[in-house]
């Protein structure tokens, strides 16, 4: 059976939705000085400590999409599972992110800085609810029926 096209697209998005994070965090600790000093500090004297308080979800989140982005590529049911609990993670962290970011009027003005946030703000919340939608349109194609245990 062929592969559906809107599974493969969510696939490689959440595996490189994964990657991103990972090179997101690298770079982000790698100069803490530039974290401490850039435009959403300055802004916002709570921003750092916010930002620092999300290593652990967003690992979760890369954990899921990756295991994810692999089961839905093999149409595994474990694909099903995880590639659902990363879109909702997603979803979350967006949401999260976003919220604080217009609470604390960071947005604007539009610098590059806040431009990468605010296209990983919009990444998470669109890709998750795209990512959930088609997983859920296509669940029978990811669970062997014979397989499911009542």
């Known amino acids: 059976m062929k592969r559906p096209t809107t599974l493969a697209v969510v696939s490689v998005g959440m595996v490189l939705t994964a990657i991103g994070t990972l090179?997101?965090?690298?770079t982000f600790l790698a100069d803490l000085?530039?974290?401490?000093t850039g435009y959403p500090a300055t802004q916002s004297a709570g921003w750092f400590a916010w930002e620092l308080s999300f290593p652990l979800a967003?690992?979760?989140m890369?954990?899921?999409a990756l295991a994810g982005g692999i089961g839905l590529w093999r149409r595994r049911p474990a694909g099903l599972l995880t590639g659902l609990v990363s879109g909702g993670a997603m979803v979350f962290l967006?949401?999260?992110?976003?919220l604080f970011f217009l609470q604390n009027e960071l947005y604007l003005p539009l610098t590059g800085e806040v431009a990468v946030e605010l296209a990983i703000h919009l990444w998470m919340?669109?890709?998750g609810l795209l990512s959930i939608g088609a997983i859920w349109q296509h669940r029978a194609d990811l669970?062997?029926?014979q397989e499911v245990v009542t």
Request: hydrophobic share 50%; proline share 0%; aromatic share 16%.
């Open 23 to 26: 090179v997101f965090w690298i």
């Open 33 to 36: 000085e530039a974290q401490r």
């Open 58 to 60: 967003d690992g979760w």
């Open 62 to 64: 890369a954990a899921t």
């Open 94 to 98: 967006g949401l999260m992110d976003g």
């Open 125 to 127: 919340i669109g890709f």
């Open 143 to 145: 669970i062997d029926c």
